[in-house]
Structure formats: structure tokens, C-alpha cells
């Protein structure tokens, strides 16, 4: 799944629906340092990995939001299959006021809009 959410001028990017059906089990925020942020969050087992990835994705847009910044970059995310079938995502972003550099940033504003029409829960 492409984390690159930056806007290009007169181009705003969506994000496809998520299937019906998806079981969200919940987010864990941990700040780790300073603007490092660590988002746990865990899926039933209908979810695929990429569904994982989004809803990590949104909880770190919305958690950008509530800090008073307005962009992400992703660091990391492992994902792992439970026993009970279920998902766990382990996500690793940066938060900051200004667009950072790099290839997977996202504009927390927009990505948690996305999520929110797509009724994707975040924090």
C-alpha cells in the first residue's frame, strides 16, 4: 500500500473504501520520543495486511491532528497474524508542523478526512 499522501498542486489524493465487514479491535499510542510515535493496533481476521497498514495510517494522521501538527512520515510497520486469526499492526511515525522529507509522508489533514468518510476509526 503507497503511504505517499503528499499533494501534488490541483491534485488531492483518496483513499479507496475500505471492504464492509472489518472488525477494528483498537489503538495503542506510545510516544517514544519527542515527535517519534508508535501506533499498536490490532483487526479481525477478514482484514488483509494493507487494511492493517491504513488503519495505523489514520491513527497516526488523527494523532498528527490532536498534537497540533500537520504531517506524518512513516517510519516502519510489522504486521503479524494472531492466533485467534486476528491482525496486529506494530506502525512507527514522525509527526511534524512542516512537510518532512522523505518518500512515505502524509498530510494529516487530508488522510484523516479520507478515513474519516471511509468510517475508519482513529484515536
Known amino acids: 500500500m503507497g503511504c505517499d499522501m503528499q499533494e501534488r ?7 479507496a473504501p475500505m471492504p464492509e465487514g ?3 479491535r483498537g489503538i495503542e499510542t506510545r510516544l517514544l520520543d519527542g515527535e517519534l510515535v508508535q501506533f499498536v493496533v ?3 481476521p477478514k482484514a488483509e495486511p494493507e487494511h492493517v497498514e ?7 494522521a488523527q ?3 490532536i498534537r497540533g501538527y500537520g504531517f506524518a512520515r ?3 510497520t510489522n504486521i503479524d497474524k494472531e492466533d485467534n486469526g486476528g491482525w ?14 522523505g518518500l512515505k509522508t502524509i498530510d494529516a489533514e487530508v ?10 476509526p482513529m484515536v
Open 9 to 15: 498542486p490541483g491534485e488531492v489524493t483518496r483513499m
Open 22 to 24: 472489518l472488525e477494528y
Open 42 to 44: 490490532g483487526m479481525g
Open 54 to 60: 491504513r488503519y495505523a495510517e489514520c491513527a497516526a
Open 63 to 65: 494523532y498528527a491532528l
Open 74 to 76: 512513516h517510519v516502519r
Open 88 to 101: 496486529r499492526g506494530d506502525a512507527v511515525y514522525t509527526i511534524s508542523p512542516s512537510l518532512p522529507r
Open 111 to 120: 488522510v484523516a478526512g479520507n478515513c474519516a468518510e471511509n468510517g475508519i
